[in-house]
């Protein structure tokens, strides 16, 4: 069994380069709550303001995906942190990121590790709270989780499953043109008055997003964030056990290289199996017993990969709807991680 201080060291070797570990906070579900309290000096206001933290879960928390964190930081970062610069040089640095990739790979993860990165303020925004019967108040909602990433910039404004708004297969069923009018009308705003703000979107799905959505000015980057490679899986299955006993001399990496498929989530899920199995086996001899290649092996049995559909859906609309190259990154995985 590691000992206290092995552990922390253990724990620390995944906690990315040292780089990126100087000014990396330890990591912190904190930035996950947010606080809604009524606006201050103005009781009667029936208005819930968020007070919304700064996320201390910084890009060492994210394991592998070096090559995505590397696109952040030039393309996201940079132009967040030094509009000046870009500015000088006529390139604009509003406009929002779409996030697009299979589930459980860690959109929702590295978006608010970016606003980690870049020290910003947190704005998370679910389409689905925002919708509301009532006419006019999904639209007043809306207005107000920008009017949020107004008041408190450095800040990232986050839409999860962006496409439950920007699909572009709208039925009577969704949700309003003039919500999604509202949401573009906001958005192109930043264009004048878009200092110290980001919004980024995700999406599983992102062949059903408006490319309207995608204009120069509103989504205008996008950025595929893959399954994890197998460096990837051995720095999540090490971040996953850092905490935990482990058995003396315990190889990840066998385990890193016999789970292609397996997503961020899939490989947590993982863990968590074998973790169960540890303390069964604990309980059964009244000591404790270490995850071991047992638990893991008996684990594996269990947990399924789950992202080979989504890439299977993925290379049909990249082979057959690839517009403008947006698929291209995921060709680019496919060809090198599926042959
Ligand atoms: N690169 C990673 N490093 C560490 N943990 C990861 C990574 N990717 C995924 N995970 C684990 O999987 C969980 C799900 O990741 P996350 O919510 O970021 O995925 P997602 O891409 O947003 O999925 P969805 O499309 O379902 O919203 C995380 O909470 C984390 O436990
Ligand atoms: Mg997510």
Redesign the pocket.
């Known amino acids: 069994m590691l000992t206290e201080a092995g552990r922390d060291e253990a724990a620390a070797r995944w906690r990315g380069t040292p780089a990126e570990r100087d000014g990396g906070a330890p990591p912190s579900d904190s930035a996950e709550v947010i606080r809604l309290f009524g606006a201050k000096g103005d009781d009667n206001s029936p208005t819930l303001r968020r007070n919304v933290a700064r996320p201390t879960v910084t890009f060492a ?5 070096e090559h995505v964190k590397q696109q952040i930081r030039r393309k996201i970062i940079a132009p967040f942190e030094k509009p000046g610069l870009f500015n000088a040089f006529r390139k604009r640095s509003g406009g929002g990121v779409l ?1 697009y ?11 608010r590790a970016t606003a980690g990165e870049a020290k910003a303020h947190f704005i998370p925004v679910a389409i689905t709270d925002i919708l509301d019967k009532y006419f006019g108040e999904s639209e007043r909602k809306l207005a107000e989780a920008f009017a949020d990433a107004r008041r408190q910039r450095p800040s990232i404004l986050f839409f ?2 962006i496409e439950a708004l920007a699909s572009r297969r709208r039925s009577s069923g969704d949700v309003g043109a003039s919500l999604v009018s509202t949401f573009l009308t906001e958005m192109d705003g930043f264009s004048a008055d878009g200092d110290g703000i980001l919004v980024i979107g ?3 799905t992102p062949w059903v997003v408006d490319s309207a959505f995608r204009r120069p000015g509103r989504f205008d980057r996008v950025l595929f ?1 893959p399954p ?1 490679d197998q460096t ?1 899986r051995l ?2 299955l090490s ?2 056990l850092a905490q935990r006993p482990l058995a003396a001399g315990l190889n990840l990496q066998r385990f890193a290289a016999t789970t292609a498929g397996f ?3 899939d ?2 899920h993982l863990v968590d199996t074998a973790v169960e199995l540890a303390i069964e086996d604990s309980a059964d001899i009244d000591t404790l017993t270490p995850v071991s290649r047992r638990h893991l092996e008996a684990a594996l049995q269990e947990v399924r990969p789950t992202t080979s559909e989504w890439l299977a859906t993925a290379r049909n609309y990249a082979k057959f709807a690839n517009e403008s190259g947006l698929y291209d990154d995921v060709l680019a995985f496919i060809d090198k991680h599926m042959k």
């Open positions: 928390d994210v394991g592998g995906l996030m990739g299979p589930p459980g790979c860690g959109k929702t993860m590295l978006a999860d499953e995700a999406t599983n964030v994890p990837a720095a999540i971040l996953c997503s961020g989530a490989l947590a």
